[in-house]
């Protein structure tokens, strides 16, 4: 994976968000170089998703830096008051930044194709003859070619879930944000999405993923993040955060964590 160039695509610098009086995020750096994979791992309610609809600006943090590929965010009030102060610029990171949620977010009265057409048309006034192309190769690419013609409701989960994926692929974004990708899913139908995902990250695709799978953290990822209660408590590469903990909150976590996914994914017996 190239990681080579000196400007992230993403950086961020001492992030705070909060939930009212509920503080979220309490001063978070995490900073993905083209052709990085970081992993963010932890506990229900660490702060690992908030982080992701954060750095796309789907949600307003209160302190701290977001700089999208050397551009900072620019923001204006301060505070609870604090949102982006430029409106095209909060567009242009969106689009750059495509977003694969757990719950699919497929319109359900469109065809496949057509949910995966629909922003690159209408958000980016793209030419529609060149959009279904480069569609329809995305939809082969997630190796759903054939279902492109079918609603969501006919598709397993996992299906529903690589569409999503060639849906956000479509944008040609300079980087994906997965936000549990796979928990929505049955491990035979969470294989499917890993594959995809493991596929992208062979091909050098920047990448942020929120994730509770320890095993695709391990097999795609550059950098593991683990958050503890807002803050990072520990990273570093996969190799290491995953089979050598430094800190007794990730021994805990793993502890918890791996048994219960090796659990899952055994097969039946009679």
């Known amino acids: 994976m190239n990681t080579s160039s000196a400007t ?7 992030l705070h968000k909060a939930y009212g009086s509920l503080e979220v995020l309490k001063g978070v750096d995490i900073t993905a170089h083209a052709g990085q994979v970081v992993s963010l791992i932890g ?6 998703s908030t982080l992701l609809r954060c750095a796309n600006l789907l949600e307003d943090s209160q302190q701290g830096d977001i700089i999208f590929d050397g551009d900072p965010v620019r923001w ?34 469109m065809t496949v194709l057509q949910n995966v057409m629909e922003a690159p048309v ?13 569609a329809r190769g995305y939809l082969a690419k997630v190796g759903i070619a054939d ?29 994906l944000l997965f936000d549990e990708p796979t928990s929505a899913l049955d491990p035979e139908l969470e294989q499917e999405v890993v594959r995809v995902i493991q ?12 994730t509770h799978d320890m095993r695709m953290a391990a097999d795609v ?32 976590f793993l502890s918890a ?3 219960a996914q090796m659990a899952a994914h055994a097969p039946a017996t009679v």
Request: with cysteine; aromatic share 4%.
């Open 8 to 14: 992230p695509v993403i950086a961020i610098r001492n």
């Open 43 to 48: 506990s229900s309610g660490s702060g690992k």
């Open 76 to 109: 204006k009030g301060a505070g609870a008051n604090r949102r982006p102060a430029d409106h095209a610029q909060m567009i242009r990171i969106r689009t750059n930044l495509s977003m694969v949620f757990q719950q699919f977010n497929l319109w359900a009265h």
């Open 122 to 134: 209408t958000v980016l006034k793209r030419d529609r003859a060149q959009v279904e192309s480069v």
């Open 147 to 175: 279902k492109a013609d079918a609603f969501p409701a006919q598709l397993s989960g996992g299906q529903q879930q690589r569409a999503a994926i060639a849906r956000a692929l479509c944008m040609e974004p300079k980087a």
């Open 199 to 210: 596929a992208l990250a062979e091909e050098g695709r920047t990448m942020l993923i929120v």
């Open 221 to 252: 990822s550059d950098h593991v993040v683990f958050l503890h209660q807002g803050r990072i408590e520990e990273q570093g590469p996969p190799g290491r955060i995953l089979t050598d903990p430094q800190t007794d909150r990730l021994r805990g």
């Open 257 to 259: 964590t791996l048994p």
